[in-house]
């Protein structure tokens, strides 16, 4: 559950430091932080495809059953 928090607030402090500076970055920032959000996306949902994201009692009945 740590590394959740990790990896969204690092996203976070990306996007609004793009966002403060999105003016001066232009074409080229718009289409660096449209990558990231994008590979951050795919990655979510790749953990959600894995169960990673399942947790609390449905889980450990499932679990159970393994």
């Keep these: ?3 959740f928090f990790i990896v ?3 996203e976070a402090a ?3 430091t793009w966002a403060v500076a999105w003016d001066l970055l232009g074409v080229a920032g718009m ?3 449209t990558f ?3 590979v951050l996306l ?3 949902v790749w953990l959600w495809l894995k169960c ?3 947790w609390g009692p449905s889980a450990a009945r499932r ?3 393994n």
Aim: net charge negative.
């Design 1 to 3: 559950m740590a590394i």
């Design 8 to 10: 969204f607030d690092l």
């Design 14 to 16: 990306f996007i609004f």
């Design 31 to 33: 289409i660096h932080i």
């Design 36 to 38: 990231f959000i994008v």
């Design 42 to 44: 795919l990655g979510l």
């Design 52 to 54: 990673g994201l399942d």
């Design 63 to 65: 679990n159970a059953g």
